[in-house]
Nanobody
Protein backbone atom coordinates (compact mmCIF):
# COMPACT_ATOMS: atom_id res chain seq x y z
CA UNK A 1 0.00 0.00 0.00
CA UNK A 2 1.25 3.45 -0.89
CA UNK A 3 1.51 6.22 1.68
CA UNK A 4 2.59 9.81 1.21
CA UNK A 5 3.71 11.49 4.40
CA UNK A 6 4.01 15.27 4.44
CA UNK A 7 5.73 17.50 6.93
CA UNK A 8 6.73 21.12 7.36
CA UNK A 9 3.54 23.13 7.36
CA UNK A 10 2.78 25.76 9.96
CA UNK A 11 2.15 29.40 10.72
CA UNK A 12 4.47 32.08 9.40
CA UNK A 13 4.36 35.84 8.96
CA UNK A 14 4.18 37.38 5.51
CA UNK A 15 7.62 37.46 3.93
CA UNK A 16 8.74 34.39 5.82
CA UNK A 17 9.72 30.94 4.61
CA UNK A 18 8.63 27.36 5.07
CA UNK A 19 9.82 24.08 3.65
CA UNK A 20 7.45 21.22 2.91
CA UNK A 21 8.67 17.66 2.51
CA UNK A 22 6.95 14.53 1.29
CA UNK A 23 8.11 10.93 1.41
CA UNK A 24 6.34 8.19 -0.49
CA UNK A 25 6.46 4.66 0.85
CA UNK A 26 5.19 1.43 -0.63
CA UNK A 27 5.55 0.07 -4.13
CA UNK A 28 4.94 2.74 -6.73
CA UNK A 29 5.62 1.85 -10.34
CA UNK A 30 6.29 4.15 -13.25
CA UNK A 31 6.25 7.51 -11.51
CA UNK A 32 5.61 10.29 -14.00
CA UNK A 33 5.78 13.22 -11.63
CA UNK A 34 5.77 14.31 -8.02
CA UNK A 35 4.44 17.62 -6.90
CA UNK A 36 2.43 19.86 -4.65
CA UNK A 37 -1.12 21.10 -4.90
CA UNK A 38 -2.99 23.42 -2.57
CA UNK A 39 -6.56 24.14 -1.68
CA UNK A 40 -7.73 27.29 0.04
CA UNK A 41 -11.16 27.49 1.70
CA UNK A 42 -13.91 27.80 -0.87
CA UNK A 43 -11.53 27.26 -3.78
CA UNK A 44 -10.61 24.36 -6.01
CA UNK A 45 -7.41 22.42 -5.54
CA UNK A 46 -4.69 23.86 -7.76
CA UNK A 47 -1.24 22.86 -8.88
CA UNK A 48 1.59 24.67 -7.12
CA UNK A 49 4.62 22.93 -8.58
CA UNK A 50 5.54 19.58 -10.05
CA UNK A 51 8.70 17.83 -11.17
CA UNK A 52 8.76 14.96 -13.64
CA UNK A 53 10.92 11.88 -13.46
CA UNK A 54 12.97 13.43 -16.23
CA UNK A 55 13.58 16.58 -14.22
CA UNK A 56 11.19 18.97 -15.94
CA UNK A 57 9.61 21.46 -13.57
CA UNK A 58 6.34 23.33 -13.76
CA UNK A 59 5.28 26.14 -11.43
CA UNK A 60 2.05 27.98 -11.01
CA UNK A 61 2.45 31.58 -12.14
CA UNK A 62 1.51 32.75 -8.67
CA UNK A 63 4.56 31.12 -7.06
CA UNK A 64 7.23 31.50 -9.74
CA UNK A 65 10.36 33.10 -8.34
CA UNK A 66 9.31 32.42 -4.76
CA UNK A 67 8.92 28.65 -4.50
CA UNK A 68 11.42 25.96 -5.46
CA UNK A 69 10.59 22.30 -5.91
CA UNK A 70 13.15 19.53 -5.67
CA UNK A 71 12.89 15.78 -5.82
CA UNK A 72 14.83 12.59 -5.37
CA UNK A 73 13.66 9.83 -7.69
CA UNK A 74 15.65 7.18 -5.91
CA UNK A 75 14.11 7.95 -2.54
CA UNK A 76 10.66 8.96 -3.82
CA UNK A 77 10.79 12.25 -1.97
CA UNK A 78 9.81 15.74 -3.00
CA UNK A 79 10.28 19.06 -1.23
CA UNK A 80 8.95 22.55 -1.69
CA UNK A 81 10.92 25.54 -0.45
CA UNK A 82 8.56 28.46 -0.05
CA UNK A 83 10.05 31.93 0.33
CA UNK A 84 8.50 35.39 0.44
CA UNK A 85 5.23 33.91 1.57
CA UNK A 86 2.06 35.93 1.16
CA UNK A 87 -1.28 35.68 2.96
CA UNK A 88 -2.80 34.39 -0.29
CA UNK A 89 -0.53 31.36 -0.04
CA UNK A 90 -2.58 30.21 2.94
CA UNK A 91 -4.03 26.80 2.11
CA UNK A 92 -3.82 23.10 2.77
CA UNK A 93 -0.93 21.76 0.73
CA UNK A 94 -1.09 18.24 -0.67
CA UNK A 95 1.71 16.07 -1.95
CA UNK A 96 0.93 14.25 -5.18
CA UNK A 97 2.52 11.35 -7.05
CA UNK A 98 1.26 10.67 -10.56
CA UNK A 99 2.10 7.53 -12.50
CA UNK A 100 2.24 6.80 -16.21
CA UNK A 101 -0.74 4.47 -15.67
CA UNK A 102 -2.93 7.40 -14.71
CA UNK A 103 -2.93 6.69 -10.98
CA UNK A 104 -2.70 9.59 -8.55
CA UNK A 105 -1.62 9.22 -4.94
CA UNK A 106 -2.24 11.98 -2.39
CA UNK A 107 -0.91 12.88 1.00
CA UNK A 108 -3.17 13.81 3.89
CA UNK A 109 -2.42 17.50 3.52
CA UNK A 110 -0.52 19.98 5.65
CA UNK A 111 -1.80 23.41 6.66
CA UNK A 112 0.18 26.50 5.69
CA UNK A 113 -1.02 29.75 7.22
CA UNK A 114 0.57 33.08 6.36
CA UNK A 115 -0.38 36.00 8.57
CA UNK A 116 -0.30 39.59 7.37
Amino acid sequence: QVHLVESGGGLVQAGGSLRLSCAASGRIFAINSMGWYRQAPGKQRELVAAITSGGSINYSDSVKGRFTISGDNGKNTVSLQMNSLKPEDTAVYYCNVATYFGTDYWGQGTQVTVSS
